[in-house]
């Protein structure tokens, strides 16, 4: 029996993945005050650094499906395996969501979480279906036919907000057919509670995250069938510099909006993430950096622990009042970084030690070889 060779292995993969991680608890964990602007997710319609960092995952999610596809397996196994790991991540993100389980009661008391108030989508939960979706259509469609996989589920997002959506509320947001889908379907005591029924992980816009994943599945590709080249570089960035050209030009008519994930906003954000990941490729493998490599590939060899861990402490730290109404990490905020250095900056140290200490979590868990696998 013949041994397919295994792919060449690329250390610009895993510290782009270790990068996104490291960045999403940055912006998920911003310390007291006001943050930067570009370190807070657009309202709705527009762009900031933060609205990058989501589908930069979603595309490294498909980067690393380029290399474990290439393994031989039947469709039984194939199947069994991509549906439990979809499952096993679905509900870790439901039980995070639900996490600690108890609740501060009117009185002060501490009363149990009803199933019925907790939050049914959410990000770990997009992950796993847009995992499931492109890991399906990957196995079984040419790269050709991928591509156009991702046009149609981009193309058809846009077309269910246009036509079922009514008058003049494709793109708002609490009567899209998006979240008019999401009230109906799943109701509103399961959906994301901030935003007064409309939540942005929505059922619909898993269809447009899915071409995220298909994206970063087929630059994956690319990538290994390229090599480590200069040129892989300058193909990367054109391709990127082309998707985002006609992003910004598809914007008066199809808005840029994270929460609404519309086909602009995939456009754009594939196209600099081609960018981006073209460039850590141009210094890594090329150039041959080494300055944070081991750190970056040391988180992105591990992000769903350390992703886990980031949400479920600052949760706990918050269940502990120094003062009413005041948790444990909004008072350090208020009291050391701010006093340290007011506004922007102390909200951004805040959240960078906090992001060092999820990062710390994650090398511990390295050192004992630890790997979260689902």
Not at 21 to 30: P, Y
Not at 46 to 63: C, E, I, K, M, R
Not at 243 to 251: F, N, T
Not at 325 to 346: C, D, H, K, N
């Amino acid at each position: 029996m013949t041994t397919l060779p295994r792919p060449e292995r690329f250390a610009s993969l895993d510290m782009f993945r270790g990068a996104t991680i490291f960045l999403m608890i940055v912006v998920n964990t911003a310390g007291a005050g006001q943050p930067f602007t570009q370190l807070v997710h657009a309202p709705w319609i527009g762009f900031t650094l933060a609205d990058l960092v989501y589908p930069s995952f979603l595309f490294a999610v498909g980067n690393a499906m380029s290399f474990a596809l290439t393994r031989p397996m039947s469709n039984h196994v194939f199947l069994r395996r991509i549906c439990k790991r979809a499952a096993l991540i679905f509900l870790l993100g439901f039980l995070m969501y639900w996490f600690p389980f108890v609740t501060h009661a009117a009185d002060g008391s501490w009363a149990w979480k009803p199933f019925a108030e907790t939050r049914f989508t959410g990000v770990l939960q997009r992950i796993a279906l847009c995992y499931l979706f492109a890991g399906l259509l990957a196995r079984y469609l040419s790269p050709r036919w991928l591509m156009v996989a991702a046009i149609a589920l981009a193309g058809a997002h846009c077309a269910i907000l246009v036509g079922f959506s009514p008058a003049d509320e494709a793109f708002g947001r609490y009567r899209n057919a998006g979240t008019l889908l999401d009230l109906w379907l799943i109701g509103p005591d399961h959906l994301y509670r901030k935003d007064h029924g409309f939540d942005p992980e929505g059922l619909l816009g898993t269809l447009p995250a899915t071409a995220n994943v298909i994206a970063g599945y087929l630059a994956g590709l690319a990538i290994q069938r390229w090599g480590k080249h200069g040129a892989t570089v300058a193909r990367m960035a054109t391709i990127g510099a082309g998707l985002v050209l006609v992003a910004l030009l598809l914007a008066p008519v199809l808005p840029i909006a994270k929460k609404l994930w519309t086909g602009s906003f995939v456009l754009l954000t594939v196209g600099l993430d081609m960018i981006l990941l073209g460039a850590v490729i141009g210094v890594v493998e090329v150039k041959g950096l080494r300055f944070g490599r081991d750190f970056l590939q040391m988180l992105g060899r591990n992000p769903l622990a350390i992703y886990l861990f980031s949400e479920l402490l600052v949760v706990t730290m918050e269940l502990i009042h120094v003062r009413p109404g005041v948790g444990l990490y909004r008072w350090m905020g208020e009291t050391w970084f701010q006093a340290l250095a007011p506004g922007p900056i102390g909200s951004l140290l805040c959240a960078l030690t906090y992001t060092l200490l999820c990062c710390w979590f994650g090398h511990a868990l390295d050192r004992r070889g630890i790997i979260l696998k689902v």
